[in-house]
Nanobody, 124 residues
Framework: VQLQASGGGLVQAGGSLRLSCAASGGTLSNYALGWFRQAPGKEREFVTAMRWSGGNSRYADSVKGRFTISRDRAKNTIYLQMNSLKPEDTAVYYC??????????????????WGQGTQVTVSS
């Protein structure tokens, strides 16, 4: 499975961005897909994940109520809608896929494939 992330950019605090992650090269039916982020000098941090087949989704406390994960099956793409952005949301955002169970989705070591990352910068 290959993943291509896009949609990052520079936005003012309070603004919105939508990230996309297009998947190719395999079926996603057995996967969950997630978004992580990594700021300079910090570890990769879980943001959100959902099962491709639908149903469960999970969010980090820091983004609940502001970020929404969704998917378009026809386009083999997942999205991350980010609203009410804050300067502390500044990071490189990565999408990944995992066959792990719900309780493991927050661990980056459970992910088998990653996209290349897209930079999000939120100015104050």
């Amino acid at each position: 499975v290959q993943l291509q992330a896009s949609g990052g950019g520079l936005v003012q605090a309070g603004g919105s961005l939508r990230l996309s992650c297009a998947a190719s090269g395999g079926t996603l039916s057995n996967y969950a897909l997630g978004w992580f982020r990594q700021a300079p000098g910090k570890e990769r941090e879980f943001v959100t994940a959902m099962r491709w087949s639908g149903g469960n989704s999970r969010y980090a406390d820091s983004v609940k109520g502001r970020f929404t994960i969704s998917r378009d099956r026809a386009k083999n793409t997942i999205y991350l809608q980010m609203n009410s952005l804050k300067p502390e949301d500044t990071a490189v955002y990565y999408c990944g896929v995992t066959t792990g169970i719900f309780s493991s989705w927050a661990s980056p070591t459970q992910y088998h494939y990653w996209g290349q990352g897209t930079q999000v910068t939120v100015s104050s």
